[in-house]
């Protein structure tokens, strides 16, 4: 960076060369959406705002669904034992709850 550069200046014209390289890398829609952020200062401000609609979302999920998960939880390992004895429909069924359980346990 040369001396006489403005920090603004650098930061725009990295802006700029991102917006090229994002442009080989994105779809149509996806560029759009990116193109219409002028700055890395808005683009990051967009996306704090963006994370924190998320974690709002998920946390009136898991205000609604968590009792209800917790239930299956405490009776996982007894329902897996029962429905091993006869797997043909049960499983399936069994097995999608369990992973449902497994993401939800390891969300944030």
Request: proline share 5%; aromatic share 6%; net charge neutral.
């Given at each position: 960076?040369?001396?006489?550069?403005?920090?603004?200046?650098v930061t725009h014209d990295a802006?700029?060369?991102?917006?090229?390289?994002?442009?080989?890398?994105?779809?149509?829609?996806?560029?759009?959406?990116?193109?219409?952020?002028?700055?890395?200062?808005?683009?990051?401000?967009?996306?704090?705002?963006?994370?924190?609609?998320?974690?709002?979302k998920w946390s009136r999920f898991?205000?609604?669904?968590?009792?209800?998960?917790?239930?299956?939880?405490?009776?996982?390992?007894?329902?897996?034992?029962?429905?091993?004895?006869?797997?043909?429909?049960?499983?399936?069924?069994?097995?999608?709850?369990?992973?449902?359980?497994?993401?939800?346990?390891?969300?944030?």
């Amino acid at each position: 960076m040369s001396p006489s550069s403005e920090p603004s200046d650098v930061t725009h014209d990295a802006w700029a060369d991102a917006l090229v390289a994002a442009r080989k890398e994105l779809g149509e829609k996806e560029f759009r959406q990116l193109s219409g952020t002028h700055s890395y200062e808005s683009c990051s401000n967009t996306l704090a705002m963006e994370k924190q609609r998320i974690a709002k979302k998920w946390s009136r999920f898991e205000a609604v669904m968590g009792p209800i998960l917790n239930v299956l939880r405490a009776f996982d390992q007894a329902v897996s034992t029962c429905v091993s004895s006869h797997p043909q429909v049960a499983a399936l069924i069994w097995g999608s709850v369990q992973a449902l359980l497994m993401v939800t346990t390891n969300s944030p």
